[in-house]
């Protein structure tokens, strides 16, 4: 494939803050995009913007973690719009607790839905990719996976992510295939949001607090997300594989 209009990219965890506006940004790229998400009705919503805008978008309900439901996802994706050759593994979930507070179904559901459902879905769409002798791979890690107190579950999947990322470039780099991982920093979700529920604190002041603490004086949006993985999927990044690219305002969380 050669033009962004012959692609097809796939999203997950589309239906909000960083998959959405990364959903939004692919298909003003001029690719076709699948959102992805356990929330099938707010995943159309993105698609929907995506349609109004003059692109092609469809959403998919379906669970990353649960490897029958993304083979059906990944047969749907390829039905309606076409091969998927571009993919970004977003979709995750938190279940923030300190050690010996953690329950074990609190792991759990973390790594399943981070680091399996990273595995999942790339074994299922590379087989799209080496067919067609190129691909794109960007997958979501976070400052957390150099560590973060009371987030045992998910800084051990977001550093599992980066030797994935890494570990697959290497196997999938002579069919063609960019692996490529993108580490946020503070970014404002409503994931980002409900952590500071958690803590009792005031979102505004608890964004102007974490803004105070990074080198460029704000926080993030997921639009800062999405323009680094249009740069990773666009033909410029062809040279570009097996890196983790910390986009958190600074050089360290």
Not at 6 to 28: D, E, H, K, N, P
Not at 46 to 68: L, M
Not at 78 to 99: F, H, K, S, Y
């Amino acid at each position: 494939m050669s033009t962004s209009a012959s692609r097809v990219a796939i999203v997950t965890g589309a239906a909000r803050g960083i998959g959405a506006a990364t959903a939004v940004r692919l298909a003003a790229d001029g690719l076709a995009v699948a959102g992805l998400d356990l929330d099938e009705p707010a995943a159309k919503e993105t698609a929907d913007t995506i349609s109004a805008a003059g692109g092609r978008s469809i959403a998919v309900g379906a669970d990353v973690a649960d490897a029958e439901a993304v083979a059906a996802a990944v047969a749907r994706v390829t039905e309606t719009l076409g091969a998927p050759t571009v993919l970004v593994n977003n979709a995750g979930i938190t279940r923030d607790n300190l050690l010996f507070k953690m329950s074990e179904s609190d792991w759990d559901a973390v790594i399943a839905v981070h680091l399996r459902g990273t595995f999942l879905m790339t074994k299922a769409v590379q087989a799209h990719m080496v067919a067609a002798r190129w691909g794109r791979i960007v997958n979501l890690s976070s400052t957390s996976a150099l560590g973060n107190r009371g987030q045992a579950n998910y800084a051990a999947a977001k550093a599992g992510i980066q030797g994935l990322t890494k570990t697959l470039a290497i196997e999938l780099g002579k069919f063609g295939i960019t692996v490529n991982s993108i580490a946020p920093g503070f970014i404002q979700t409503e994931m980002t949001k409900a952590t500071a529920e958690r803590l009792g604190q005031d979102w505004d002041a608890y964004v102007t607090a974490r803004a105070a603490q990074i080198p460029v004086a704000r926080a993030g949006v997921p639009e800062d997300i999405a323009h680094a993985v249009s740069f990773f999927v666009g033909e410029a990044a062809g040279f570009v594989s097996g890196q983790v690219l910390y986009v958190a305002g600074g050089p360290k969380a």
